[in-house]
């Protein structure tokens, strides 16, 4: 028999009953779901085998499971395959993987570091890849399936086009006491709408303290980037138009007002112009899921997190499942733009938190193994970038890291050890090389009690020179 003496888990469950439902049909199934999690509730506060309350939370979970994967199924999911075959050959197997798992809230994330990315050519291959993936899901009758990708290409511009305006205006503020380099910084090194926010709320105050004669400057600055398209000279008309805008205000002190009010707002909005009713509902499955596995956890169902979900390549976001997103494409700490796993495009070891830690126990470092497939003990599904190379942080991730897109950064985590470097290994002689070199070798081969200095110090060691050379160019 097991007693419980709270449940919240089915708490996060019953909630459901409130979720914005597709049709009534859909509709009819949440109530049931939050019907059966109340009943649940109950009989755990007053006491039940423990077997039988595992099976239930089987069941609501597996409810919970159809429901998300909804889009794209039946005769759809040829459909909803062809979308996702697009997109991996467009470069973002992250993307393709969260698609074929119906995890759009993976998906989001991934989507929202490639729009925020300074990288212009980052932003246009995402783009050509949606409309491709968009036309194949069409092709094949997966209309659900092209809407939810439609939308995403809607976020997609609409966050562009708030970090390059926002970008240019900080721009436009260099050699003044007033410019925000390091809210600044954080948005390329992060680019997440928090990030973008965070500059927002800098520029706001860098503004508050212009006089007449600096407010003038940067209108004139403002009016040229919008001529010109800006730094990469790639603006999109809407991002031009915002600059005019943004120019002919900060010439009165009533229009910089009217400026300074419109980035508040800006720190308090997402770029993606908010959620809509799929995303809440997406949202809302997540959280009953996660329930559900938290529930499981604490009746001792054996399983740590969630059942499994791979993470895709790139960021991940902290605490949720993810396991670090990496962007699709450069070496950058915790960055990633397509997908989850570790670092940008890189085979770098993310600390699982790198953008994203898992909402699991995990650990959640990812390997880069070329690919950067980050490994989380759990079911983290992560998107998240791979934090620092080298890293490999112990977190709760519930669950696997899938493929990173990374052909470019490397792993070079120093290991640790025991041994001493100063000393000279056991069982060690030394040997004469071809061109007359002397080398000292351990004849055991094994690595035991070697330090992270003996393993990067090829270049301290007494090795003939052809043999320096090979073992170097494995390393690099």
Known sequence: MVKLQQVAGLDKIAE????????????????????????LKQRL??????????????????????ERNELGNGDKKPGLDAAAGAL???GFPGLADALEDRDLAAFDEMMERIANDREEADKEKAKESLDKAIAEAKKKGADDVAKRLEKQKEKLEKRKDKADALRELSDGLKGTPHHPGKAEKNLDD??????????ADSLKKGLEKLTPEERQKLADK?????????????????????LKE????????????????????????????????????????????????DLGKDLGDGKDGKDGKDGKDGKGKDGKGKDGKGKDGKGKDGKGKDGKGDGKDGKGDGKGDGKGDGKGDGKGDGKGDGKGDGKGDGMSDGSGDGGEPGGGGDGSHKGKSK?????????KAKGKGNGDPAKKPVGSETASGSDGSKATVKGTGKL?????????????????????????????
Not at 45 to 66: C, T
């Open 16 to 39: 459901v009953e409130k979720l914005p439902a597709k049709d009534e049909a859909q509709k009819k199934r949440l109530q049931e779901i939050a019907d059966e999690a109340r009943k």
């Open 45 to 66: 506060l007053e006491g039940m085998p423990k077997r039988e309350a595992l099976d239930k939370i089987a069941k609501l979970k597996e409810k919970l499971d159809a």
């Open 88 to 90: 991996k050959a467009g």
């Open 190 to 199: 992060k680019a997440t709408d928090d990030a973008a926010k965070q500059l």
């Open 222 to 242: 403002l009016k040229e980037k919008a001529e010109s398209g800006g730094k990469s000279g790639k603006l999109s008309p809407k991002a031009k138009q915002k």
């Open 246 to 293: 943004w120019a002919d205000k900060l010439k009165t002190p009533e229009g910089q007002k009217e400026l300074e009010d419109e980035l508040k707002k800006e720190a308090n909005e997402d770029g993606s112009g908010g959620k809509d009713n799929d995303d809440k509902l997406d949202d809302g499955l997540d959280d009953a899921q996660d329930g559900a596995d």
């Open 403 to 411: 493929n990173v897109d990374s052909s470019s950064l490397k792993a």
């Open 448 to 476: 035991d009690g070697t330090t992270a200095g003996d393993l990067n110090s090829i270049d301290k060691a007494d090795v003939p020179e052809a043999v320096r050379r090979q073992v170097k160019s494995y390393f690099e």
